[in-house]
């Protein structure tokens, strides 16, 4: 691909933000290891990387910890949108510096409230790294539509725009058009 004048090529990492207390580093080490670490290193010099991101994933001395009965949750899983930047700082860390995309980054919900609420926080976690010298090429929410995710048909909820997959009718969330005013208001800014 790098013989095509301006080509860029890199590729994508669904990782997690780990976290662990003492006795649980032993366990996210290893579950690194085998879903993320590898993946990471062979990023190492592209153009870029693209990181995926959804929630944390905690262990300690048993290993991996389930979500409580206390755990603010999306419709799948724990709601915790600061896990973007740590997941981020992750990638830049273990690909010793290859610039990040975001390539996915959102959540499973019916509420769209709990969206805008996601999107500022996990933006807000992308901004402190970017500060802290991350090289953030970009970021693209998961996803602009409302899709059929292959496991489970049309539910549940990602998207930024409603989809209704019998009348093929769309109707922008508010959610989108949150997004669109902050994307604004930075380019403002610069």
Avoid: C
């Avoid at 691909?1 to 997690?16: F, L, N, Y």
């Avoid at 780990?18 to 993946?39: C, H, K, M, T």
């Avoid at 996601?118 to 996803?143: C, K, N």
């Amino acid at each position: 691909m790098h013989s095509v004048p301006g080509v860029k090529a890199g590729w994508t990492v669904s990782i997690a933000d780990l976290q662990f207390d003492a006795d649980g580093e032993s366990a996210a080490r290893e579950w690194f290891e085998r879903y993320e670490g590898r993946f990471l290193r062979a990023a190492r010099g592209d153009d870029f990387v693209g990181v995926q991101n959804y929630f944390r994933t905690t262990f300690d001395r048993n290993g991996l910890v389930p979500v409580g009965p206390d755990a603010r949750m999306t419709d799948l899983w724990e709601f915790y949108p600061q896990a973007l930047g740590h997941a981020v700082k992750s990638a830049w860390e273990e690909t010793e510096g290859t610039p990040i995309l975001v390539t996915e980054n959102g959540i499973p919900t019916g509420d769209d409230e709990l969206r805008i609420e996601f999107l500022d926080t996990a933006l807000a976690s992308l901004g402190e790294v970017m500060r802290d010298g991350v090289e953030v090429l970009g970021y693209l929410h998961w996803s602009a539509l409302d899709n059929f995710e292959w496991a489970m048909g049309y539910e549940p909820r990602f998207g930024l725009i409603e989809f209704d997959p019998v009348t093929f009718e769309r109707r922008v969330k508010p959610s989108a058009r949150h997004y669109s005013d902050l994307v604004r208001s930075r380019l403002r800014t610069n």
